[in-house]
């Protein structure tokens, strides 16, 4: 893209996906999203992104949902396993892990080997801030503008979003809350109050005077957003065949583009499971096709 694609999109855009030096990430990934500039979109869904959980569980006829549960241990139990969670005993002959990979190393490591652990342990997390600027009247009712960046490397802030375009229903009628997602190398240095400040003098850079806001909510990580490093992807696909029969995972640390992608990485590792299970059963043919739905 030369120098002034760079510093214009490039940095921009993945300083506000992943908030850290590109230099940080997957080459891969750099190239996967370079690719993908087009189909940013800033839509949620009407009710909050808690709905895609509502539209799973509808579209899961059958489902037997355990809420506030946590698996606690998963054991050997004949061909298949035994997961304990809150005083109960679950028997399963197949199951997808998605919880964090710490969280998966913990819960396999009396089931698979040492390496196997060190790879979900070795993800690495960057320190994460994002803060709601909110006002009761909106001071900028006919912006046209929805995100700003700031294209200014020196910034320690990466993107400010109208909620009020991203996500109407999320803000009261004739108000307005601005999103402000900062870089994490500047954090380090930073306080609760300084990144307060910092999101304030955003807003007002990105879209004009406005006056002081209704509530400031700082939300601050620090473990915040996991990082696909270079050879992250390799490492994490070789998992899949280290796996004991049976256990599959998923999660956003293998694809880190969003929700879509992470709820894809679930739906991979359960066609895996379900293929698994269908050639276990006597009669049936491996290579039969399984469908969504």
Same mark, same amino acid.
């Not at 002081?212 to 473990?223: D, I, L, N, S, T």
């Not at 994490?236 to 029969?245: A, F, G, I, Q, V």
């Given at each position: 893209?030369?120098?002034?694609?760079?510093?214009?999109?490039?940095?921009?855009?993945?300083?506000?996906?992943?908030?850290?030096?590109?230099?940080?990430?997957?080459?891969?990934?750099?190239?996967?999203?370079?690719?993908?500039?087009?189909?940013?979109?800033?839509?949620?869904?009407?009710?909050?992104?808690?709905?895609?959980?509502?539209?799973?569980?509808?579209?899961?006829?059958?489902?037997?949902?355990?809420?506030?549960?946590?698996?606690?241990?998963?054991?050997?139990?004949?061909?298949?396993?035994?997961?304990?969670?809150?005083?109960?005993?679950?028997?399963?002959?197949?199951?997808?892990?998605?919880?964090?990979?710490?969280?998966?190393?913990?819960?396999?490591?009396?089931?698979?080997?040492?390496?196997?652990?060190?790879?979900?342990?070795?993800?690495?997390?960057?320190?994460?801030?994002?803060?709601?600027?909110?006002?009761?009247?909106?001071?900028?009712?006919?912006?046209?503008?929805?995100?700003?960046?700031? +294209?200014?490397?020196?910034? *320690?802030?990466? %993107? !400010?979003?109208?909620?009020?375009?991203?996500?109407?229903?999320? &803000? @009261?009628?004739?108000?307005?809350?601005?999103?402000?997602?900062?870089?994490?190398?500047?954090?380090?240095?930073?306080?609760?109050?300084?990144?307060?400040?910092?999101?304030?003098?955003?807003?007002?850079?990105?879209?004009?005077?406005?006056?002081?806001?209704?509530?400031?909510?700082?939300?601050?990580?620090?473990?915040?957003?996991?990082?696909?490093?270079?050879?992250?992807?390799?490492?994490?696909?070789?998992?899949?065949?280290?796996?004991?029969?049976?256990?599959?995972?998923?999660?956003?640390?293998?694809?880190?583009?969003?929700?879509? +992608?992470?709820?894809?990485? *679930?739906?991979? %590792? !359960?066609?895996?499971?379900?293929?698994?299970?269908?050639?276990? &059963? @006597?009669?049936?043919?491996?290579?039969?096709?399984?469908?969504?739905?």
């Amino acid at each position: 893209l030369g120098d002034k694609g760079t510093d214009y999109i490039t940095v921009p855009y993945m300083g506000f996906l992943y908030a850290v030096p590109m230099t940080w990430l997957s080459t891969s990934l750099f190239q996967a999203i370079v690719q993908q500039f087009y189909k940013l979109s800033l839509s949620v869904p009407p009710r909050g992104m808690g709905q895609i959980c509502d539209w799973l569980i509808e579209g899961t006829p059958g489902l037997a949902l355990h809420l506030s549960s946590p698996a606690e241990s998963i054991t050997r139990s004949g061909a298949g396993y035994t997961v304990h969670s809150s005083g109960q005993a679950y028997e399963v002959d197949a199951m997808v892990l998605a919880p964090e990979p710490g969280v998966s190393a913990d819960l396999l490591q009396d089931l698979v080997s040492g390496a196997v652990t060190a790879k979900l342990r070795g993800c690495r997390y960057s320190e994460y801030a994002h803060v709601q600027v909110c006002y009761e009247k909106n001071p900028w009712p006919n912006s046209a503008v929805s995100l700003a960046l700031p +294209a200014n490397q020196n910034a *320690g802030w990466g %993107a !400010a979003v109208l909620q009020s375009h991203r996500h109407p229903h999320a &803000v @009261p009628e004739g108000g307005e809350a601005v999103g402000v997602y900062f870089y994490t190398r500047p954090l380090a240095h930073m306080t609760d109050e300084d990144i307060t400040l910092a999101a304030v003098n955003a807003v007002t850079e990105a879209y004009g005077p406005a006056p002081e806001p209704r509530f400031v909510q700082v939300f601050h990580y620090k473990r915040g957003l996991s990082i696909a490093g270079p050879g992250h992807y390799a490492t994490m696909n070789s998992l899949h065949t280290e796996l004991p029969d049976g256990i599959f995972l998923a999660g956003y640390y293998f694809a880190h583009a969003g929700v879509e +992608a992470a709820i894809f990485s *679930g739906e991979l %590792a !359960a066609n895996r499971l379900a293929r698994e299970s269908v050639w276990k &059963v @006597p009669g049936v043919v491996p290579g039969l096709k399984i469908r969504r739905g």
